[in-house]
């Protein structure tokens, strides 16, 4: 491969390589074909998850699960995700990034109808387990391929990819409200892995077509005289950089298991305006997503990252203390506003670093932390309270602000 189109992994998006100093960025359309089919294939994701996610109280009917045997179904969803993360990375290497998220997300488009046919909780553990392998697949490859365009385009736009993602959620979770009333849990999850098998065809076609983009591989020790790091460093950039989506990815699973329920006890918010307060807070991360790249260009990266963490921070603090609804709400903006770049830049940067590996293991990390965040604020909230408990999430958005400062000295 010529040097001009190695990427090298100390080369962050916000610092550019030397030879990406005298070449200028990539900006002749920029929403090309792959980065238009990209985006859709992270809403196809998002809104196949959400689709499931509205009919959970349906299946748990169904299969006569109480709160811990339903919560034990669920944990199989995740430790199909974790291990599968970790082996499509070795995937992606050998096959292609693109190959692996088509193939990955057809899966998924096939699984999710499943759990509406199980009967009993063991099956219902069962099929989340393939739907797991699904998900935690098509992240890793749909993340290492917008790696990969992100190097080709030579612009920070990876956020502009996990806008597409909470846009699919959002279309996800009001579709399934809307036909909650008027179509079966079965027929509801099958429509939705219909339109996902459709979607995934029609941008899978276009995104294998277009010109592949250089993949991004950690630089070796042998590499040149230009190579100033060495493979082991480059895992130590990659783990830090997981860290970082660890960190956030607490506050994200946090906020979405407990925010109805402290506008309603602790602040005494109806149900109506809880709901509200939760939809405000993931608007406000849909909208910073949209804007990430022009903010990445703007600020950087590393002071994006750094801003951020630090708003969302201020902001848990509100949300948590504060006295009044308007206020908490408010917070909670601020907390969504905060978080939206965390997680999708520290993955670009580890990407960038390592590879589809290194998507992998910062994915893993990141997922790692979003299963833990709940739990963990189930069991402060039990020995402190929900709103001392909640203010946890404000410690590690402010780790995930520093972190970032610690790689680019690296």
């Keep these: 491969m ?5 990427i090298r992994s100390h080369a962050l998006p916000n610092q550019p390589s030397p030879q990406s100093r005298s070449t200028p960025p990539v900006t002749d359309s920029p929403w090309g074909p792959a980065r238009l089919a990209l985006t859709a ?54 096959y292609g990034s693109r190959v692996v998220t088509v193939g990955s997300l057809a899966l998924l488009s096939l699984a999710v109808p499943l759990p509406a046919h199980a009967h009993s909780v063991p099956a219902l553990g069962g099929v989340l387990l393939l739907f797991g392998a699904g998900y935690g697949g098509a992240n890793v490859a749909m993340n290492s391929a917008a790696v990969d365009l992100v190097a080709q385009l030579r612009r920070p736009v990876m956020p502009s990819f996990h806008a597409g993602y909470s846009l699919g959620g959002l279309l996800g979770a009001g579709v399934g409200g809307l036909l909650a009333d008027t179509l079966s849990a079965s027929w509801a999850l099958a429509l939705g892995g219909l339109s996902g098998l459709a979607v995934t065809a029609a941008a899978g076609v276009v995104l294998l077509r277009s010109p592949d983009a250089p993949q991004v591989t950690p ?25 970082t989506a660890l960190c956030t990815a607490y506050g994200e699973g946090a906020i979405a298991d407990w925010t109805t329920l402290h506008l309603t006890d602790d602040v005494h918010a109806s149900a109506g305006t809880a709901a509200v307060g939760y939809a405000a807070y993931a608007f406000a991360m849909t909208s910073g997503r949209v804007g990430g790249t022009w903010l990445s260009i703007r600020l950087g990266q590393s002071r994006l990252m750094l801003l951020g963490g630090l708003a969302a921070a201020a902001g848990m603090l509100l949300a948590a203390l504060a006295p009044s609804v308007p206020l908490a709400i408010g917070g909670f903006v601020l907390v969504g506003l905060g978080l939206a770049n965390l997680f999708p830049l520290a993955i670009a940067q580890a990407g960038a670093a390592g590879g589809p590996q290194g998507v992998a293991l910062a994915s893993t990390l990141g997922y790692g932390g979003m299963l833990i965040g709940p739990v963990m604020i189930g069991f402060l909230a039990d020995a402190a309270g929900l709103p001392l408990a909640l203010t946890t999430v404000a410690v590690t958005a402010t780790v995930a602000a520093f972190l970032p400062l610690t790689v680019r000295r690296h």
């Design 219 to 243: 630089e070796r020790p042998d590499a040149g005289h230009g190579a100033s790091r060495t493979l082991p460093h480059a895992k130590l950039l990659v783990l830090m950089l997981g860290l």
């Design 41 to 94: 294939i992270f809403a196809v994701d998002g809104f196949l998850f959400a689709t499931w996610v509205v009919r959970i109280p349906d299946v748990r009917s169904q299969v006569s699960a109480s709160h811990s045997a339903l919560g034990l179904a669920l944990l199989c969803l995740s430790i199909g995700a974790v291990l599968t993360m970790p082996v499509v990375g070795r995937l992606c290497l050998r």
């Design 2 to 6: 010529p040097l001009r189109n190695k």
